[in-house]
């Protein structure tokens, strides 16, 4: 059974940096395509970015040029590194995958989901 585990969220200040990881329990090259998602109170889940089996990567308007997503340093790993991180990325972000055709930020397409790790921030 597949599983996505993330972490690397927390509390940061505006302006600040983290740094979030995603472990599977397969190699990452199982996938066509892996991404973050991420979901504020009181708001639909968003796509965020998401890479593919080439490393690829697509960003979400709302935090290009912020937000970095890459393949880990390991085989089994994808990190999203965020900079300039605003009150408005509060939310809780998720790690998903999929092995279809394709990679975009449409969630309808990854049937892999991680639990989810919070990011908080604070002006």
């Known amino acids: 059974q597949v599983k996505l585990v993330e972490s690397g969220g927390g509390s940061a200040l505006a302006g600040g940096s983290l740094r979030l990881s995603c472990a599977a329990s397969v190699y990452t090259r199982t996938f066509a395509c892996m991404g973050w998602f991420r979901q504020a109170p009181g708001k639909e889940r968003e796509g965020v970015a998401a890479i593919d089996f080439d490393g690829t990567a697509t960003y979400a308007e709302s935090i290009e040029g912020r937000f970095t997503i890459a393949k880990g340093p390991t085989k089994n790993t994808i990190e999203l590194q965020m900079k300039s991180l605003k009150p408005e990325d509060t939310a809780m972000y998720y790690c998903?995958?999929?092995?279809?055709?394709?990679?975009?930020?449409?969630?309808?397409?990854?049937?892999?989901w991680g639990q989810g790790t919070q990011v908080t921030v604070s002006s």
């Open positions: 998903a995958a999929h092995s279809h055709w394709g990679c975009d930020l449409g969630e309808t397409r990854y049937n892999y």
